[in-house]
């Protein structure tokens, strides 16, 4: 994770807790539905907050890991998810021996990866017959608002590889499974300003870029009537995927 905007987000680290969304749990249990039978050791690789940890966290005897490339990341999940290891990493250098856990997962997080040297570290610490799961909460642009918001904000690497096709892992995974969920969020005015200052595009923004942003944005809560702590409903779709390891 060498791109500046991959590894922009600590600091953000608390508007990235308050504005991105929580991951829906059956989505999660998808993804690790696959892993043998007794498996519980299980590393969140790319983090962050902890948003995909506590899910994980929640599972019945779950060892759960949390790694991330940036500390202030890190500090913010050690706040909110307590009794969890952190580790300074990334999916391309993980701090793990081999064979050491029975799934990888990764939350909005494998579009800065490179795929092929991901696959293939990731392979070294999954055992065989272990699961690479790959998670993505995105909002859903068929409600007109979330387009236009959307064209406020910039589209995120993520929307744009996911429109493109998806992911893509390499050896010694196979092909990738997808589910998908639809689901709202109500929200509140400042917690959309939270998510979009959350964003790699607007945290490395000029000063005016994000002047405008947050302008724009404004006169769009306007004319949608949103104000003080009234809530809208923010559609989204949650699109999973999982790969078993040969």
Same mark, same amino acid.
């Given at each position: ?60 005897? %779950? =060892? $759960?890991?949390?790694? #991330?490339?940036? @500390?202030?990341?890190? /500090?913010?999940?050690? +706040? ?77 690497? %993520? =929307? $744009?590889?996911?429109? #493109?096709?998806? @992911?893509?892992?390499? /050896?010694?995974?196979? +092909? ?71």
């Amino acid at each position: 994770m060498t791109d500046e905007k991959a590894t922009s987000f600590g600091a953000e680290a608390d508007n990235y807790e308050a504005g991105r969304p929580d991951y829906h749990f059956g989505a999660v249990a998808w993804m690790l539905e696959p892993m043998p039978a007794g498996s519980r050791r299980i590393a969140d690789v790319g983090a962050g907050t902890g948003k995909l940890t506590r899910v994980l966290a929640k599972a019945p005897d %779950a =060892e $759960v890991v949390a790694i #991330d490339p940036d @500390p202030a990341m890190l /500090a913010t999940l050690r +706040a909110t998810t307590p009794g969890v290891p952190t580790f300074l990493g990334s999916a391309e250098s993980l701090p793990l021996p081999g064979a050491s856990v029975d799934a990888v997962v990764l939350g909005q997080a494998w579009h800065w990866v490179d795929p092929v040297a991901a696959s293939a570290e990731i392979g070294r610490v999954v055992r065989s017959g272990g699961v690479l799961g790959l998670i993505w909460n995105i909002r859903d642009e068929r409600e007109d608002w979330v387009r236009r918001l959307t064209e406020i904000m910039h589209g995120s690497n %993520a =929307e $744009v590889m996911l429109a #493109d096709g998806g @992911p893509v892992v390499a /050896a010694p995974f196979g +092909a990738l499974e997808e589910a998908s969920w639809e689901w709202v969020r109500p929200i509140t005015r400042e917690q959309l300003h939270a998510m979009a200052a959350s964003r790699s595009y607007i945290i490395t923004a000029s000063p005016e870029e994000k002047t405008r942003i947050r302008v724009e944005m404004d006169a769009l809560f306007d004319e949608l009537g949103l104000h003080a702590d009234a809530t809208i409903d923010l559609p989204y779709v949650t699109r999973a995927f999982r790969s078993v390891r040969e």
